[in-house]
């Protein structure tokens, strides 16, 4: 199975701070990769798909890049709806596997 | 607007099994495949199976292959995962997810999800 690896784990930071989440995988992935919004007691939510592609209705703030192996979620000047854990996921290779999240906090 | 919720979860005893369904709206649900991601309390997601639009094609998880069973009934729109020799590792938050392909196997990733049902195994 393909490891998703997400850097930080927790990541504390303030209204209006740019924030950049890493995700590395064991194989190389074609730009087969989502990212997720997760907020407490809620479903995931998708933000974004082919590595920098992003769904409909999803802020402008959100970015995502990267290929091969690495990959970064990028959020330029955090919003107070954007604290959440974030998810990677991987679709290149099945089984479809994720990340462990990485958690955006209020500093 | 599309719309999935599941139900089913609940209180099982190790060995016991439990039905879960999902039920769907919105969107011609013959035409996507669906999944079902598991959540543990805490952690991160699983994804535990999916199947094809049609129903003829699935997949599990190995942890899950022999125990759980995913089907859907295109007739009235509902997803259901089926599962059996329940074990403590299987607490999870169970979500149903939708994909924007007919095919599990083709552009896996997920673009809408339902609110999940608890499974406790104790």
């Known amino acids: 199975d393909i490891q998703m690896t997400q850097s930080p784990s927790t990541l504390s930071a303030s209204v209006g701070d740019r924030v950049t989440i890493t995700c590395r995988a064991s194989?190389?992935?074609?730009?087969?990769l989502a990212w997720y919004q997760q907020k407490p007691g809620k479903a995931p939510n998708l933000l974004i798909y082919?590595?920098?592609t992003l769904d409909s209705g999803v802020p402008s703030r959100f970015s995502g890049s990267g290929s091969v192996t690495e990959f970064t979620l990028t959020i330029t000047s955090l919003q107070p709806d954007d604290f959440a854990t974030y998810f990677c996921q991987q679709y290149n290779i099945y089984p479809w596997t994720f990340g462990q999240g990485t958690k955006v906090e209020i500093k | 607007e599309v719309q999935l919720l599941e139900s089913g979860g609940g209180l099982v005893l190790p060995g016991g099994s439990l039905r879960l369904s999902c039920a769907a709206s919105g969107f011609t649900f013959s035409n996507y495949a669906m999944n079902w991601v598991r959540q543990a309390p805490g952690k991160g997601l699983e994804w535990v199976s999916g199947i094809s639009g049609s129903g003829d094609s699935t997949y599990y998880v190995d942890s899950v292959k022999g125990r759980f069973t995913v089907s859907r009934d295109n007739a009235i729109n509902t997803l259901y995962l089926q599962m059996n020799s329940l074990r403590a590792e299987d607490t999870a938050i169970y979500y149903c997810?939708?994909?924007?392909?007919?095919?599990?196997?083709?552009?896996?990733?997920?673009?809408?999800w339902g609110q999940g049902t608890l499974v406790t195994v104790s």
């Open positions: 194989q190389r992935l074609n730009n087969w």
């Open positions: 082919r590595a920098s």
């Open positions: 997810a939708k994909q924007i392909v007919t095919l599990w196997y083709d552009v896996g990733y997920f673009d809408c």
